[in-house]
């Protein structure tokens, strides 16, 4: 059974750091592009990052580029969202998925997604 959860998420003051994490098994976890998605209350879902299968090409919201960094770990079947600088409109539910391509397209945000993660909740405060 494929399984992809969320971890890290939390409540932060404005300015500060957060590092989520997802991990996934029941999956072939380097055969996938992986993005980050975030939804804010009354808003829609937004893709915010993208990472190739081998971790070589990433691809960033302009509402997070030079502040957030993906990454991620094959060995351990886990991705990363390295968030700095956090700003009360970076508040959100934050999910992984697991994307239909092994790499980050040109609409990387609008791929069809082969398994999402439940989300872990991010609160900024000012």
């Known amino acids: 059974q494929v399984q992809v959860v969320e971890s890290g998420g939390g409540l932060v003051q404005a300015g500060g750091s957060l590092t989520l994490s997802c991990t996934a098994s029941g999956l072939t976890f380097d055969d996938y592009a992986m993005d980050w998605f975030r939804q804010a209350p009354g808003k829609e879902r937004e893709g915010i990052s993208c990472?190739?299968?081998?971790?070589?090409?990433?691809r960033y919201d302009d509402s997070v580029l030079g502040r957030f960094t993906i990454s991620r770990d094959n060995a351990k079947n886990t991705l990363y969202l390295q968030m700095n600088s956090l700003k009360p409109e970076d508040t959100g539910m934050y999910y992984c998925a697991a994307i239909l391509k092994d790499y980050c397209s040109g609409s990387w945000w609008s791929e069809p997604v082969a398994y999402w993660g439940q989300g872990t909740q991010v609160t900024v405060s000012s």
């Open positions: 990472i190739n299968w081998s971790g070589s090409t990433t």
